[in-house]
């Protein structure tokens, strides 16, 4: 069965960190692209930031530059979103994405709640 579990997610205090994780199993990891989606109550979901197969190239959004930090462990077969500097604002339901070459594959996470509240 292929699978993208998240884990991490939690409560926090603003100005906080965090770590996500997201582990893989089922196929290869090392050929999917890998992004973090993240999803408020009654907001849209949010592209966060994505990374590339070898983590050649890295994107983030705007709300996140600065703060956040996306990395791959491809040997084992794990996704990370280190969260630093955390706003209430980034409260929402964090979810993990892979994506194959030309679209063939699209995968996604149950997702895990971060919370950001004093």
Request: neutral net charge.
């Amino acid at each position: 069965q292929v699978q993208l579990a998240e884990s991490g997610g939690g409560l926090v205090q603003p100005g906080g960190s965090l770590r996500l994780s997201c582990a893989a199993s089922g196929f290869t990891f090392s050929s999917l692209s890998m992004s973090w989606y993240r999803q408020a109550p009654g907001k849209e979901r949010e592209l966060v930031a994505v990374i590339t197969t070898t983590g050649d190239s890295i994107y983030y959004a705007d709300s996140v530059q600065g703060r956040f930090t996306i990395s791959r462990d491809n040997a084992k077969n794990t996704l990370y979103l280190q969260m630093n500097s955390l706003k209430p604002e980034d409260t929402a339901v964090y979810y993990c994405r892979g994506r194959g070459s030309y679209s063939a594959h699209d995968y996604w996470g149950q997702g895990t709640q971060v919370t950001v509240s004093s």
